[in-house]
């Protein structure tokens, strides 16, 4: 039997009061002797076994009531997992989600998920026999033999990281383990289901399977799930970060739950050794907004942003890093004309530096530090095309716009079609667009672009494998991207030309150029932004802010060949997916396997069972025996007969 809550089993030392009171009152009473009462007590000698038995059943039942509240508030839980009746177990691999979210906490003041977790396992252990524990955690995939079950919560290879997990890389990761072992094994899987670590549409999961059941002795597996709801909680992401001349850039974003009126945060800026704290203002279960922080100019430089401890203080921080600042150029490819222009003057807004050159002379043209390439003329061939696409793959962003005329050349698999006209007094129009993603997303407070004033008269489409990212109102795509190598093809299908479009109006325009320019120009950045684990620094990377750390367990600012790294949690850390029940059963359909939850409950008979309320009902029933015993005898009044003389 396992208790989720153990501490309260201290209460049951509350069963010795009746015992206590019992004893006190004895020594209470004095004993005098009185003539009279002498032939009383003889007369109740004949009853006074009965009376003693029934005062030591009353005690009995007020200790046992008082002892079973104690042990119904600890949430007793009985499971197949402790093996009752199931022998002796040789050897059990723990496999532990150290991922962020196993920091939330159930309610204000109770421990985390993962100290529940370990909890459960080391009491687990400690009831089937203590076997030979085998830890393997999700931040390091190595086994880890554990000389002492008692200290297991203890231990550091256990503690919490900023990390993801990967729950059917671990699976797999314990069948190699056990190929080599003989015995009876069990495989236990501490974890709070969350669906982006246990990945349900992973192919590996059948291969994870058949290598369990492909073992000399298959092992069961025993799920000790960490669900539920838990305390409120606020959430700090940085979505990106980026230098405007003097200033950083930062779009963030905070999400909460637990909550649903407005509400306020306290976020803290740490930067160059001071700290500043504003207020943020929360309408809705997640708010986008962005920050500018001023920076001394021409320097590098790295901080991060805090909110306070809450439900899961792992998620509470957000670390962003700048180097110096760089200058930006973009280039304009087409020939003289109003879209040469406009190419130019949406370029310019967006603080790069540009420079407008004929198609001709574009094979002769330093093309090495540009951020971006604006396209509008025929797709390029031989040189130019060799250019343009070493450019691309370096990482480079090129907007390609059509050339107005009918071409035949390809480049990158696409290839303009001819040249087409709206019908007299229509129009193309925009019909929808992507808003999450792309140059035409939403602003960060949400604010859409004013992408359906886009009226066009012309346009050109093409051919060849893209994705869509807006369409016209017939379903042909006005905007797509293709990802060539390390770079991004934009393809526009109607010009900044009055006699195309009215693309030139800025709506659509401007705001698409300025993103495209700032994606082409995170490429020089000597600063970078890093996930937790996802190998881009490696390990022996310095870390700046804090104690040294690996990068693939904690984040943090880190210094790695001369280039600074800010390394936060992965993204999906901060959303609260568990997965269903029925999911997970399908994901090991085929072995042997039982769970063992938070809250203990289950239909199955063979799954864990939350028993409290039978001690609930155990401890109504003795209060109700003591009741009954302490009612008073009945007495019988007989008449003695009446004789009529």
């Known amino acids: 039997m396992l208790f989720l809550n153990p501490l309260l089993l201290w209460f049951l030392a509350a069963a010795a009061i009746p015992v206590a009171i019992h004893l006190i009152n004895r020594r209470r009473h004095k004993t005098i002797q009185w003539a ?12 006074r076994g009965k009376k003693k038995l029934r005062h030591i059943c009353i005690l009995v039942c007020r200790t046992l009531a008082i002892a079973t509240l104690a042990i119904a508030a600890a949430r007793p839980v009985v499971s197949g997992l402790i093996g009752w009746g199931g022998g002796s177990i040789d050897t059990v691999v723990l496999l532990l989600d150290r991922s962020v979210s196993m920091e939330q906490r159930p309610s204000d003041g109770l421990p985390p998920r993962r100290a529940i977790a370990l909890a459960q396992a080391r009491d687990a252990i400690r009831d089937v026999g203590s076997p030979r524990l085998v830890l393997l955690d999700s931040a390091t995939l190595r086994p880890q033999e554990i000389p002492s079950p008692s200290g297991l919560p203890e231990l550091s290879s256990v503690s919490a990281t900023d990390s993801a997990a990967d729950i059917p890389g671990l699976l797999s990761a314990a069948a190699e383990f056990l190929a080599e072992k003989t015995g009876r094994t069990e495989i236990w899987i501490a974890s709070d289901l969350q669906a982006s670590n246990w990945r349900p549409d992973d192919p590996r999961w059948a291969a994870a399977r058949t290598a369990v059941n492909a073992l000399p002795s298959p092992p069961a597996i025993r799920i000790l799930s960490v669900t539920g709801a838990g305390a409120a909680d606020h959430s700090l992401r940085l979505l990106s970060s980026r230098r405007e001349g003097a200033d950083l850039l930062l779009d963030l974003e905070i999400i909460r739950s637990g909550q649903n009126s407005a509400a306020s945060a306290s976020l803290t800026t740490h930067l160059g050794g001071a700290n500043t704290t504003e207020s943020i203002v929360l309408h809705g279960p997640s708010l986008r907004f962005q920050k500018r922080l001023p920076l001394p100019s021409g320097t590098a430089t790295h901080g991060w942003l805090s909110l306070p401890a809450d439900g899961n203080p792992a998620n509470n921080t957000a670390f962003f890093a700048s180097g110096p600042p760089r200058e930006v150029s973009a280039l304009v490819v087409a020939p003289p004309g109003e879209s040469a222009s406009f190419l130019a003057l949406a370029a310019s807004a967006a603080g790069s530096n540009v420079a407008t050159i004929s198609p001709a002379d574009f094979a002769n043209h330093e093309v090495s530090h540009l951020a971006v390439i604006l396209w509008a003329a025929l797709l390029p061939e031989g040189k130019s095309a060799a250019q343009l696409e070493a450019f691309l793959t370096n990482g480079g962003h090129v907007a390609m716009f059509p050339p107005g005329t009918d071409a035949e050349a390809t480049f990158s698999g696409i290839a303009w079609s001819p040249p087409a006209d709206a019908a007299r007094d229509k129009f193309f129009v925009l019909k929808d667009w992507n808003q999450t993603d792309g140059p035409l997303r939403d602003s960060f407070d949400g604010t859409p672009i004013a992408a359906r004033r886009l009226r066009a008269i012309r346009r050109q489409l093409f051919t060849g494998e893209a994705t869509a990212l807006a369409r016209w109102e017939d379903g042909e795509p006005a905007l797509a991207r293709i990802i060539h190598g390390r770079g991004t093809i934009w393809q526009f299908t109607t010009l900044p030309d009055y006699s195309w479009s009215n693309l030139a109006d800025g709506d659509v325009l401007l705001p698409a150029v300025q993103r495209i320019v700032a994606a082409g120009a995170s490429r020089f950045d000597p600063s970078h932004a890093a996930y937790v684990g996802d190998g881009t620094v490696p390990a022996t990377a310095r870390r700046l802010d804090a104690a040294a750390t690996s990068p693939a367990s904690r984040a943090g600012i880190y210094e790695h060949a001369g280039r600074i790294v800010a390394v936060n949690r ?32 289950s239909p199955e008979p063979t799954v864990s069972r939350d028993v409290w309320r039978t001690f609930i009902i155990a401890a109504l029933l003795f209060l109700l025996a003591e009741a009954l015993l302490c009612l008073p005898p009945r007495v019988s009044h007989k008449s003695a007969p009446v004789s009529i003389a």
């Open 36 to 47: 009279a009462m002498q032939f009383l007590l003889k007369a109740s000698r004949q009853s």
């Open 570 to 601: 992965p993204p999906a850390e901060d959303v609260p997916d568990s997965m269903p029940r029925e999911t997970v059963e399908s994901l090991f359909a085929g072995t042997r396997h039982t769970f063992l939850d938070q809250s203990g409950s």
